[in-house]
């Protein structure tokens, strides 16, 4: 189900602020610098990678691809680009992990966007985007749900709500992630079914309150809080780690490839194609780019 914030009589006021730091809406419009890579916008970056590659992925190597395709052109593994380069050049290479150490060279940061509920802009703009804590979210779920308002929230309750979810756990724990889309529609159409995110805000805070009070009481009293926020960032490449690079070069050169064959059944950048990606340390505020509050949000919960 379709969420708006701007037709919901729960949405709560915004506090007053960094208004200016606002962006355009839609990643396909927005200006993007040379130096950061922008994942969902091939357009921006498809002649550059192919001369990037030139090296290796040469003319020859293109013209045999489109010769004789392999069956399968994946992302994950890409053995098949490594026989072709062999094959025709000779060179025998990890095209992962070559791909992924050229993009670092090549670019200076990556852009991608985090989602969250909030009332005050400020605090992120200040304090920049931070890992899960989960006693911060705990202290948070404390004020909105045991503060009074619901008689049966006792302590015990409280602390069986903590112990169920097992967020301090150092094995599968909640802690000591941030969670970003490279492709900012994973946050708030139906391809990502993310949404719950803007809608309720910290995924954590919403599995507490359901396990202190009614899911209908968490939902009410989660969307009061000001508007669904989606901030775009520039991640140094540095913050990045080689699996992450390694993943989304795979996926552009899976996207190259089928081009050049016309190939329909491309996953890369297909709708519903994942680009998520986490950061195991806080993002500083002066990597955010700016932010906005997408009007339409699909719910997931709903």
Known sequence: MQYRWTDCELSGPMEAGFEDRAVEPSQELRAVPDDVLCYPRPDLWRTRVWSMLSDIVTEDVRAAFVLDPPEYIVSDDLSWLNAIVERVTGL??????????????????????????????????????????????????????????????????????????????????????LYFCADERNLFTTQGRCGHYLVYGSEYLFNLGIRLVSRSDTKRILKSIGRPTLFVCDIPMSRLRSSTLEAFGGMMIEYLFCELVNDPDCHALSPGAGSALNLTQDLPAGEIVGHYHPDSVFDPLQ
């Open 92 to 177: 025998d290479v990890d095209m992962k992990s070559l791909v992924a150490d050229r993009l670092e060279r090549e670019y200076r940061a990556f852009r991608a966007a985090h989602g969250t509920r909030t009332d005050d802009l400020g605090r992120f703009y200040r304090d920049g985007l931070r890992l899960l804590r989960p006693e911060d979210v705990e202290a948070v779920a404390r004020r909105l749900f045991a503060s009074g308002a619901f008689e049966n929230v006792t302590e015990e309750r409280f602390a069986a709500a903590i112990a169920d979810l097992g967020a301090r756990d150092e094995k599968g724990g909640r802690g000591g992630r």
